[in-house]
């Protein structure tokens, strides 16, 4: 028998904004510009750009972007030539700007052992430890990849990766499994909160008006304001919060799909595959992607609006961006690695002001 509501209307369900991380989009905006228009002047042999050339790169739409940051910033960016000069116009970095930029090298060293990492772990999540370059290609600057990374780093480690071809595509190869890195980025946050003793324990088992809950199957929730959960939706919360679920590093062939401790499982893979980037966000077409190779939920956006608590889908620039919730202070990224460090000291000379206005999104840019 179907239940009846006496002929009213359901209740619509709200998807309630965050908007400090709907800003985290706005306000990368233009720090992407500037990032995206010095990575274009560096690879020019001249270390300079002519303007007629910058709509080839940037297409027409976004050329009058690059222009007023171009003539918005000074001392960022130089233009040369022009009417009174018989050379063509060109833009080039400032030399304050040269100087800033030159640390780009030693951020790019210091990221190194993080990226070789966090390629292996990417691979140890997939079904068959491999993933197709291309789909690698996709998050690589998400990653904090150099946009060279199948020249000058895969190769520098043949003990972890291979590249082989298999029927026609190219994929990246994990070579040796390595059990110390199958800990997720959320059994290291409870290990250093100190909520899972040495036996991988909880020390308590409190659950709170606001769904979080000290065990070692629980997720950091933050719901957002305006939501006010009743006490048969806490404790459903709570339920599953205590749930335990097999480890996202455990092969996905092994899960049954329809055990409520696999859906668990595939959150735990998406907060893992998020925590792998700099910024702790993908777009929704990025996640799409890898659907095959970490056997993600089918209705992927209906996971992640049911676990609103975790994850944030915000539709503010260009494309659906997927946020992990616990990464963020209000629109401030909490963690930065030492490339997002060097952008923001980039994103500086902007001027004082304006900076920190912005640095607390800093934007995944091309390399």
Known sequence: MHKTNGGRKPKKKIYHRVHELDRVMELQ??????LQLKSIIQSRKSDSLLLRDLEKEVGFVQKWNYMAVIEKYPSIFVVTGGKSDKSPTAVMLSEKAKRTAALEAEARVQMEPFLVKNLRKLLMLSVDCRVPLEKIEMIGNEMGLPCDFKKSLIPKYPQFFSVKDVSGRWYLDLENWDSSLAVTAREERLALEGLLNTSGHP???KISKDGNFSGPFAFHLNFPVGFRPNMSYLEEVQRWQKMDFPSPYLNARRVEAADPKARKRAVAVLHELLSLTMEKRLTSAQLDAFHSEYRLPARLLLCLIKHHGIFYITNKGAKST????????????????????FRDKFLELMGRRE????IGASSSVAN
């Open 29 to 34: 905006k233009k720090p992407s510009v500037i």
């Open 203 to 205: 020390k308590s088992a």
């Open 322 to 341: 997927v946020i992990l919730k616990e990464a963020y202070d209000g629109s401030n990224l909490i963690n930065k690695c030492p490339l997002l460090e």
């Open 355 to 358: 900076a920190n206005s912005c």
